[in-house]
């Protein structure tokens, strides 16, 4: 399964992007800000560019791990009744580590993660919590299926 994350719009402390899963549109992201990083630059210079909390990830491919249970998301009740902890998790992700998708409002909600929902108000999204429920029922599936899952992470800016 492939997912595409194609960020739309970047501004001073957040990107606004959108997910299409198999080349469907599904739902839009909300990240921290686009410092144009891309998987590709040495990692030497991703860290000198990168600022923690306040930089979405570098553009590239990566393999979205479904079975490890998130430390942080395990404590939370709603991550355990919709997906046993285990949030979806980018692999291989140069200078960060424990890159997710998740629920959330806005880019103080990342920190450096995937954010889902519908940008229906500037700055955030809405809908986060069913949004996450139908992209992980997608990806459980595929999961379980033994297809290997990976998003490519573009910009359009």
């Known amino acids: 399964m492939k997912l595409q994350l194609k960020r739309i719009f970047n501004c001073k402390n957040y990107c606004i992007g959108h997910i299409y899963v198999d080349g469907q549109y599904l739902c839009d992201t909300i990240e921290d800000t686009d410092r144009m990083l891309d998987q590709s630059m040495p990692l030497a210079k991703i860290k000198s560019i990168k600022v923690k909390s306040e930089t979405a990830i570098p553009t590239g491919t990566y393999k979205v791990l479904m079975n490890i249970v998130s430390p942080k998301f395990s404590l939370k009740q709603y991550y355990m009744d919709v ?27 990342s920190a450096g993660c995937i954010i889902v929902g519908y940008n229906k108000i500037r700055g955030r999204v809405v809908d986060s919590k069913p949004v996450f429920e139908k992209l992980f029922a997608i990806l459980k599936a595929a999961y379980n299926k033994g297809e290997e899952i990976t998003i490519e992470i573009t910009r359009t800016y």
């Open 83 to 109: 997906c046993k902890g285990k949030v979806p998790r980018l692999a291989n992700v140069p200078a960060w580590e424990g890159v997710l998708i998740h629920t959330g409002t806005n880019q103080y909600s």
